[in-house]
């Protein structure tokens, strides 16, 4: 046996959990994962004067919250230690949404505080506290700016102290978000499909939503259009590099049980595995390494082969990705150009053929890019110079593109894992690895199918988010 595993071995026997517990170390939670929601009731605290989004959303979701009961002087009880004690919910609850998009004054802030205290005592495991507030860079008045950015300081806190699996995120609307756009995104924050996604704030897209909602912007498109759907099981063609194992192979599967017909791409020497993926999912396999110069065409044309001349890439996900760590002082050019070129300039290159609207097998209007950015991409990291180069660099992309291709309606968006549990970072040194896992709030690693979850959501075709990199790294401590 390896020594990694030995020693992962005994922090997860029972001896090993003892020695954890005593050592201060506390135990982590099994998240809830899929599309299970919470299994208590859900509590909504309001900041007034609040309008009819956030609960006309619920409604959309048929969930019944609950009014939150408010911590205040008057609410509270004296135990028989003559202690004051905030009120208290006669169950667990299962999540707290609060609605805050009212708030623009430093006072109000008081009312999150107050509605907060007697619902995080209350929380189920893996429960979850959303507050949903307007986008601070939406305001000019100094006040309402500040007090939309506390929402934030104040969520990222929460999240550092709950425990249990719970977490807390921060949805921020947008001028003309409708109640079915929040719906959309409160579904996936309140489900299991967030597990790993802590302390976030996810922006919904003014653009979009505006295009989306405007006749005149679906008129304007003349190319061929993947339309919202309801339902995910709408049968469109995905792309995902590097999907003969971890992250992407969870990608691919995931978007497989929703019914979309995934063409999988990954070197040819990962042929073996990546045709089992392909099996699985039903989909195709594509042996292509992604840095060859006609990478695009060949995604294009397997495309138009496998599915037809009319056919059309509903969403494209750029999951293959390399580590070459080294210290920079020690850092060659051929570590440094690998890195780069598979984790961004091939991704550059694929991009121009396929969004090329005049490209067979190329990305459809209303289609969706998804890339898988890092941390490191954030916060740096020691021995990552080219990697967090490349990560950064994706989130430079995806701001750059969104914005260019809004008027195709083709949103554009990155995910930032955190610390996943996968072959790559098995290469890691087990005892910086349990360093890596102990820094998130949620005390563990991610797994592929909490960034797959991220991903499927993000590309989905009625989440209104646009130009975003989403955190799924269970509010690691490195980075933004
Ligand atoms: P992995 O090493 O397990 O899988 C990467 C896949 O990409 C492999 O199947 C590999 O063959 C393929 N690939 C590499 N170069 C390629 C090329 N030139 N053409 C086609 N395919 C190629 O990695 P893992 O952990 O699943 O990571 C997937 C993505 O997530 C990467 O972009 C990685 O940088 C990113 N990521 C992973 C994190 C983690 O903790 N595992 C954290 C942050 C980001």
């Not at 809830?32 to 609960?55: C, F, K, N, T, Y």
């Not at 890092?374 to 914005?403: E, I």
């Amino acid at each position: 046996m390896k020594l990694d595993d030995l020693i992962s071995g005994v922090l997860d026997s029972k001896v090993g959990k003892a020695v954890a517990a005593k050592a201060g170390l506390p135990e982590a939670t099994v998240l809830r994962r899929g599309e299970a929601m919470p299994s208590g009731a859900i509590a909504l605290g309001v900041v007034e004067p609040a309008g009819s989004l956030v609960p006309d959303a619920l409604a959309a979701l048929g969930v019944d919250a609950q009014p939150a009961l408010i911590d205040t002087p008057d609410s509270r009880s004296t135990d028989a230690d003559g202690r004051q004690r905030p009120p208290a919910y006669p169950g667990r609850l299962g999540g707290i949404v609060i609605d805050a998009t009212g708030a623009h004054r430093i006072e109000q802030l008081e009312q999150v505080r107050a509605v907060l205290r007697p619902a995080i005592k209350a929380l189920e495991p893996s429960g979850r506290v959303i507050i949903v507030a307007a986008d601070p860079a939406t305001s000019a008045d100094v006040e309402t700016a500040a007090v939309r950015q506390a929402l934030d300081g104040i969520m990222r806190s929460v999240g550092k102290e709950l425990r249990f699996g719970a977490t807390c995120n921060l949805i921020q609307v947008a001028d003309g978000t409708t109640p079915s756009d929040l719906a959309q995104v409160l579904r996936f924050a309140l489900s299991g499909r967030s597990a790993y996604v802590d302390g976030q704030p996810i922006v919904l897209s003014p653009s979009l939503v505006e295009l989306v909602e405007s006749k005149e912007g679906l008129d304007k498109l003349d190319h061929p259009v993947v339309e919202p759907v309801e339902t995910r099981r709408d049968g469109r063609i995905v792309v995902v590099t590097g999907a003969a194992r971890g992250i992407g192979a969870a990608i691919a599967h995931r978007f497989g049980a929703d019914g979309a017909r995934v063409v999988c791409v990954d070197v040819p020497a990962a042929g073996q595995a990546l045709s089992a993926v392909a099996n699985d999912v039903r989909g195709t396999a594509l042996q292509l390494d992604i840095t060859v110069p006609d990478a695009g065409v060949r995604i294009a044309r397997h495309v138009i082969d496998r599915y037809g001349p009319d056919a059309r890439i509903g969403a494209l996900v750029h999951c293959a990705g390399i580590l070459r760590d080294k210290l920079l002082a020690n850092l060659d050019e051929q570590r440094w150009g690998a890195v780069l070129e598979v984790n961004l300039a091939a991704q550059l290159r694929i991009n121009d053929v396929l969004l090329n609207p005049e490209q067979p097998g190329g990305v459809a209007d209303g289609g969706r890019i998804v890339a898988i950015a890092s941390t490191s991409g954030w916060a740096g990291n020691r021995g990552q110079t080219n990697y967090a180069a490349s990560k950064a660099g994706v989130m430079g992309m995806v701001r750059a593109l969104s914005a260019q291709l809004a008027d195709r309606r083709i949103a554009v968006n990155g995910v930032a894992p955190g610390f996943i549990e996968t072959d790559m970072t098995a290469s890691i040194p087990v005892i910086d690895r349990e360093i890596f896992r102990r820094s998130s709030s949620l005390l563990q690693g991610g797994r592929p199918v909490d960034v797959a979850e991220a991903i499927v959501f993000l590309a989905d075709p009625a989440t209104p988010v646009n130009g975003q990199v989403l955190r799924v790294c269970g509010q690691l401590i490195v980075g933004r």
